[in-house]
């Protein structure tokens, strides 16, 4: 099985040295007493019950999964709701949710590296908790007052829990062909009817009450996804006090047959006439759910840095331990039969790579969350507009580069291990399993990519990278003044160029032809987060060389970050180069061959 330690060092690096949080509380109301002592105590606390409660039901989960009952219950694998007793009663879920709904009214900010913890130790138990966010912004934006004063203090505390009800057998990124229905009823409410798949965590035992959020269509809505509203389903139905009432006519019909994620109950959710609540307007389902999507993007952006780092931390230690053959360079442990792998280079470039996924993407992730704490709490409206941008165009980067490298970095950490990775006990192949499915849900790399691309990018005519590409330029503006990192700001500063230069040129084939997009798309949204983690790493050199320059006793550590931004900026950057190239082929060598000449 594997293990798992929280990289307490590297987060407070990013909060630190990277993106100041003292700094920045300062300019949010109600946050200015934040201190990194506070935060140090809450992330501490944060460490022990993910270290010592979720990662060992692990192994666990994977191996028991989940159990569906003959009357339609679920039961989660042993342990797992013991678990999550211990962490409503500790007031996790509560952490950053607003005060008015007894919430701590922490930033988002705090939040993400607890559930970074959390889904680092046990992907599958993190679901549970993890999907209410999601529900609990979707009511608190657009639900009524009604809605809100029954749903959200039960959600916050974690006494329930929630749900996103989207994909159906018929339809799945194509939302416009659903077909669950809502018929009115007299009463203001609505009866659900219909059918969703792969519901993570639509079914189980862990909290007293589940609160789905469904998209349904109206009988006189228009087609597609213009008629599309989003209703609250919830197991049982609330009494006007708000405690628990009647069961709902929804129940689960299947539990997922999967490849990974076994201790997540993925479920098949039947609506046989459910009461159902209106969330806002009607017809307007979709993008209200956006709220949730968005959110949950960025959740799953944090799945991919996940896996990067359980990768990364249990290869370090066998790779460190392991002995074979001797260096090429001369006997490193002359005392032994052989030298331990970390010594030959192709183990070195497997681990560079998984701890620059890791570690980049934290700081990347963490930075999304700061803009996410502006975005919600900042009086300055230019502020929270900017703010708005940046979010709009690093969700999607996030969720799909992310989870593409967190499946790259737990592939390589299966590698580092050899035949033993491939051997279930040491929890490897589990971390493989589980990273699989990030680059699916909440759409998936391609669904990301013409998000990008598409909508964001050519539909502003290029505007929406305008606050990103001026943040690079400045950042590099400012940090060649220290020469060491003058290679990499030459770098940047270039790519960054071409990046402008590329959305134009593509937008210019899809004058000619439609599909020039859809073939750039996937390249496009990678080279822009090789791009953007190549920032983050220049950024984290640059702090570490003027924390060297300040004097640390932490020298190692400091210098293992500069020496991970030499590794970036030499192995995997260059990866731009090529996709350069293929954004710019065209459609043409995809498009030409006829259905037909598909032969096998």
Not at 140 to 156: R, T, W, Y
Not at 571 to 598: C, N, V, W, Y
Request: aromatic share 8%; charged share 20%; with cysteine.
């Amino acid at each position: 099985m594997t293990t798992y330690k929280a990289p307490m060092r590297d987060m407070k690096f990013v909060m630190q040295d990277l993106l100041n949080y003292e700094k920045h509380y300062q300019s949010l109301p109600a946050c200015e007493e934040l201190n990194q002592d506070l935060i140090d105590a809450i992330l501490g606390e944060a460490s022990k019950f993910s270290e010592d409660v979720v990662a060992p039901l692990n192994a666990v989960g994977d191996q028991a999964g989940c159990q569906m009952l003959e009357n339609g219950e679920v039961r989660t694998p042993p342990g797992f709701k013991a678990a999550y007793e211990q962490y409503v009663d500790a007031g996790w879920p509560a952490l950053d949710q607003p005060a008015r709904y007894g919430g701590q009214g922490l930033p988002m900010s705090i939040g993400m590296p607890v559930r970074e913890m959390n889904g680092t130790a046990n992907w599958s138990w993190s679901m549970y908790p993890g999907l209410s966010h999601g529900a609990m912004e979707t009511i608190d934006q657009h639900g009524s007052d009604e809605q809100k004063a029954i749903f959200m203090e039960p959600l916050v505390s974690g006494r329930w829990t929630g749900t996103m009800c989207l994909t159906e057998a018929q339809s799945g990124t194509d939302l416009g062909l659903l077909k669950t229905k809502a018929e009115p009823i007299a009463d203001g409410t609505y009866r659900i009817s219909g059918s969703k798949l792969f519901v993570s965590s639509g079914e189980h035992d862990l909290a007293e009450n589940i609160v789905h959020i469904v998209l349904a269509r109206l009988p006189d809505s228009p087609p597609g996804t213009k008629g599309i509203s989003l209703f609250i389903v919830p197991k049982f139905i609330p009494d006007e006090d708000g405690s628990i009432g009647q069961r709902n006519n929804v129940s689960c019909g299947a539990l997922e047959s999967k490849m990974g994620i076994h201790g997540n109950s993925t479920c098949l959710l039947n609506f046989d006439g459910a009461t159902g609540y209106l969330i806002g307007e009607i017809n307007k389902g979709l993008s209200h759910m956006f709220t949730f999507m968005n959110f949950a993007r960025l959740g799953t952006g944090l799945q991919g840095l996940a896996h990067s780092e359980l990768a990364f931390q249990n290869s370090l230690a066998y790779t460190r331990d392991r002995l074979q053959m001797r260096s090429l360079t001369g006997a490193k442990n002359p005392g032994g039969p052989a030298d331990p792998i970390i010594v030959h280079p192709d183990v070195r470039r497997m681990l560079l790579t998984q701890k620059a996924f890791a570690e980049g993407g934290r700081a990347l992730i963490y930075f999304a969350s700061t803009q996410g704490d502006i975005l919600t709490r900042s009086q300055d409206p230019e502020a929270r507009r900017i703010a708005n941008e940046v979010l709009g165009l690093l969700t999607p980067i996030i969720k799909a580069f992310l989870t593409e490298t967190g499946f790259e970095s737990a592939n390589l950490g299966m590698q580092c291990f050899g035949g033993h990775g491939y051997i279930s006990e040491w929890g490897l192949e589990q971390n493989v399993r589980d990273a699989r499915i990030a680059m699916l849900y909440e759409g998936t790399t391609g669904i990301q990519a013409l998000d990008l691309l598409g909508r964001k990018v050519l539909g502003t005519r290029g505007k929406a990278l305008d606050p990103v590409t001026s943040f690079i330029l400045d950042f590099c503006k400012h940090a060649r003044r220290r020469k060491e990192i003058r290679p990499y700001v030459k770098k940047l500063v270039r790519l960054t160029r071409q990046w402008r230069s590329l959305t134009r040129k593509i937008g210019f084939a899809a004058m000619k032809n439609r599909d020039a997009v859809g073939a750039a798309s996937v390249d496009y949204i990678m080279f822009s987060g090789y791009l953007l983690l190549g920032v983050a790493w220049a950024a984290s050199a640059n702090a570490a060389y003027k924390r060297l320059e300040q004097g640390t006793k932490e020298e190692a550590f400091y210098r293992s970050k500069i020496q991970t931004a030499d590794f970036y900026f030499a192995k995997i950057l260059p990866r731009t180069t090529s996709l350069l190239q293929t954004m710019l082929a065209g459609p043409q060598s995809l498009m030409t061959i006829d259905e037909d000449h598909f032969v096998f």
